[in-house]
């Protein structure tokens, strides 16, 4: 059987669509909310497509219910790891497990509140796309503006406008994540930097 961080086999499609009806049983026998439910299927389905069949089904369910419960927009929630995993009668460390290789696998964003609970941004999703946007744009701008003006706004002092403007203009990310989304706002502006730089180094 393959399990995750096989690469050697490549995932059949119907190897992905056996899963998420298993899947799918388990949130129904768990009485999971429609609404989570399908979300957290999807990330059923890009997990099992990238690593194929896991090792422990149910703790992949249940991780994946778990990231999608621990959405920024559910803030605040004060649900623990430790109480999620006894609801769903599950050990919190195989839960633990597949939460960490779900962010890692599929590049979700993580922020912590001030009292240090986790929380999931999904790379595919709005938040991480409205991030993207802001972060182009102002860069962009940024940029010309120093070209035409000859002055340079300081990296971070772009981070802490880009920053306010998330969370307090377009409301995307609750002011709760500030700090860390003041750290993934500078490695964006950074990479969105040198790919505009490279453009005008090489037109």
């Known amino acids: ?31 999971i909310d429609e ?4 979300v957290a299927l999807d990330i059923v389905r890009r997990y ?5 069949l896991p090792r422990e089904s149910d703790s992949l369910f249940a991780a994946a219910l778990y990231i999608v419960t621990r959405h920024p927009w559910s803030h605040p929630n004060p649900l ?11 050990k919190e460390s195989s839960i633990e497990w597949y939460v960490d290789s779900i962010v890692e696998k599929l590049g979700f964003l993580l922020l912590r509140d001030r009292t240090q609970l986790p929380f999931y941004v999904d790379p ?17 701008e940024e940029i010309v503006r120093s070209v035409v003006r000859g ?22 990310v609750p002011g709760a994540f500030l700090h860390d989304l003041y750290s993934i706002v500078q490695q964006r502006i950074e990479l969105e930097s040198q790919c505009i730089l490279e453009e005008l180094d090489h037109p």
């Open 1 to 31: 059987m393959a399990h995750a961080g096989n690469r050697s086999l490549v995932t059949s499609p119907q190897v992905v669509v056996d899963v998420i009806r298993d899947a799918h049983e388990y949130y129904v026998q768990n009485r």
């Open 35 to 38: 609404r989570y439910e399908y």
């Open 48 to 52: 099992v497509a990238h690593e194929g």
């Open 80 to 90: 623990t790891k430790t109480e999620f995993a006894a609801k769903l009668r599950i």
């Open 124 to 140: 595919e999703g709005t938040i991480s796309s409205v991030i993207t946007s802001v972060v182009r744009a102002s860069v962009r």
């Open 151 to 172: 002055t340079v706004l300081s990296p971070d002092a772009l981070a802490e406008r880009i920053v306010d403007r998330l969370c307090n203009v377009v409301k995307i």
